[in-house]
């Protein structure tokens, strides 16, 4: 299973909105509603921060938000803030059973 | 809310063994697929293999399939991988993470594992 592709970075300024996309297949992204997203700082570990496409567990700003588009899912940033500097990684379910993760992004805040 | 702590990574040789385990917190676990997640340094995040709740069926990365077993002990809520053959590539930190329907949460903290000579 290849991992899921995603831009390597992407930055704004504070306030402003970035988006992450995260392209797969019909396999996994675009066969299936199971699309979730992972911030990750340097040195901890991950924290979900949407699942099922487009839901926020509790306690997650509603700054973060999710889309889906046939093979390629999306995460937005509204409000860039400084603390929101950190690595991005989307991941699937797959028809395997399985799941798969993408490369990850790293999003930075100039 | 269930938690997570890994415990057993360390330096292997090439070619060696190392057992991880992870400590669950009562609530949910006994009900929930376990998987477990590695991270090479400075790389992304990779799924390994998940095990169902009660511990009768196990799935595995191709690039681990043949060397690693994922196995559970409910009564003693504990979640372990078996790592044998390990090669240098198979350097990284393991995630213990829960799967209650379809997202990974929570993650434990992570166990370094290090194949070198």
């Known amino acids: 299973q290849s991992a899921l592709t995603q831009p390597a970075s992407v930055s704004g300024s504070p306030g402003q909105s970035i988006a992450i996309s995260c392209s797969g297949t019909s396999s996994d992204v675009g066969g299936y509603n199971y699309v979730s997203w992972y911030q990750q700082h340097p040195g901890k570990a991950p924290r979900l921060l949407i699942y099922?496409?487009?839901h926020r567990p509790s306690g997650v700003p509603d700054r973060f938000s999710g889309s889906k588009s046939g093979n390629t899912a999306s995460l937005t940033i509204s409000g860039l803030q400084a603390e929101d500097e950190a690595d991005y990684y989307c991941?699937?379910?797959?028809?395997?059973?399985?799941?798969?993760f993408g490369i990850g992004t790293t999003v930075s805040v100039l | 809310e269930v938690q997570l702590v890994e415990s057993g990574g360390g330096l292997a040789q090439p070619g060696g063994s190392l057992r991880l385990s992870c400590a669950a917190s009562?609530?949910?676990?006994?009900?929930?697929?376990m998987h477990w997640v590695r991270q090479a340094p400075g790389k992304g995040l990779v799924w390994v293999s998940r095990i169902t709740a009660d511990g009768s069926g196990a799935d595995y990365a191709d690039s681990v399939k043949g060397r690693f077993t994922i196995s559970r002990d409910n009564a003693n809520n504990m979640l372990y991988l078996q790592m044998n053959s390990l090669t240098v590539e198979d350097t990284a930190v393991y995630y213990c993470?829960?799967?209650?329907?379809?997202?990974?949460?929570?993650w434990g903290q992570g166990t370094l594992v290090t194949v070198s000579s």
């Open positions: 991941s699937s379910f797959t028809s395997s059973h399985t799941y798969v």
């Open positions: 009562v609530s949910g676990f006994r009900g929930s697929w």
């Open positions: 993470v829960r799967v209650a329907q379809t997202w990974f949460d929570p």
């Open positions: 099922d496409v487009t």
